[in-house]
């Protein structure tokens, strides 16, 4: 069974610096996906950035980039020039690759953690 | 693609009655997932659709909870004799197979309080 753990429960940054949110993993598989997935107070969960695990280059998105190291099971999510819409609970997932290859397969979450962006 | 809806958004309930949750998947999409949520923790998961056959089911599924997606469309996720301890957003997913970017899509999920 795959688990995920995400060691800080609460965050908080100044807006337009940088932070950096922790994840560790652990799992048996070699290929499978990993996700960080934001989710604004009342609001839906949307996916943030997705990091394949036999990539090694690490993902971005506009501000968003993440830090894999496979050996270390650690994926953390850096957050540049941070806004204030950026405050919400971030949940780092995990997913195992399916049969057909991709990452269609269930989620397993971590705790979250809630960043908040002070003015 | 109007996104995952998810139907109703807030549901109060007294222990023991049954109720009922709708979820809307992205058209194009052929899978679906439900997952649970509790205060303070990440979502679990509980059950996944490929079409309209439930493919896996969590031990976190008792015996009182049924899903069921009859035409590969929307799904219902019932709960029978609800307890207090069911009380949780319940979310949806959906994505499509085999398609570039593999993504889960959630909706905004449904708030089950249990009395």
């Known amino acids: 069974a795959q688990t995920v753990t995400q060691s800080q429960p609460e965050m908080s940054v100044q807006e337009a610096e940088t932070v950096t949110l922790s994840c560790t993993y652990d799992t048996s598989e070699n290929n499978y996906y990993l996700f960080w997935y934001k989710q604004p107070p009342s609001r839906q969960m949307i996916l943030v950035i997705r990091?394949?695990?036999?990539?090694?280059q690490n993902a971005t998105e506009n501000r968003f980039s993440v830090n894999f190291q496979k050996a270390a099971k650690s994926f953390s999510l850096k957050i540049s020039d941070s806004q204030l819409g950026d405050t919400a609970m971030y949940f780092c997932?995990?997913?195992?690759?399916?049969?057909?290859?991709?990452?269609?397969?269930?989620?397993?979450f971590g705790k979250g953690t809630l960043l908040t962006v002070n003015p | 693609d109007t996104g995952v809806s998810q139907n109703p958004r807030h549901k109060i309930t007294k222990r023991g009655q049954n109720v009922t949750f709708r979820c809307d998947p992205i058209s194009e999409h052929n899978r679906l997932y439900w997952y649970r949520q509790t205060l303070g923790q990440g979502p679990e998961f509980l059950t996944y659709?490929?079409?309209?056959?439930?493919?896996?089911k969590s031990r976190l599924l008792s015996d009182r909870f049924s899903a069921e997606r009859p035409k590969g469309s929307f799904s219902t996720l019932e709960i029978q004799r609800t307890e207090q301890g069911d009380s949780a957003m319940y979310l949806c997913a959906s994505s499509k197979q085999g398609s570039s970017t593999d993504t889960q899509y959630f909706g905004p999920g449904t708030r089950l309080t249990v009395l």
């Open positions: 659709f490929q079409n309209e056959a439930q493919l896996e």
């Open positions: 997932a995990f997913a195992r690759t399916g049969r057909s290859g991709g990452s269609n397969y269930k989620l397993t």
């Open positions: 990091q394949e695990a036999y990539k090694q």
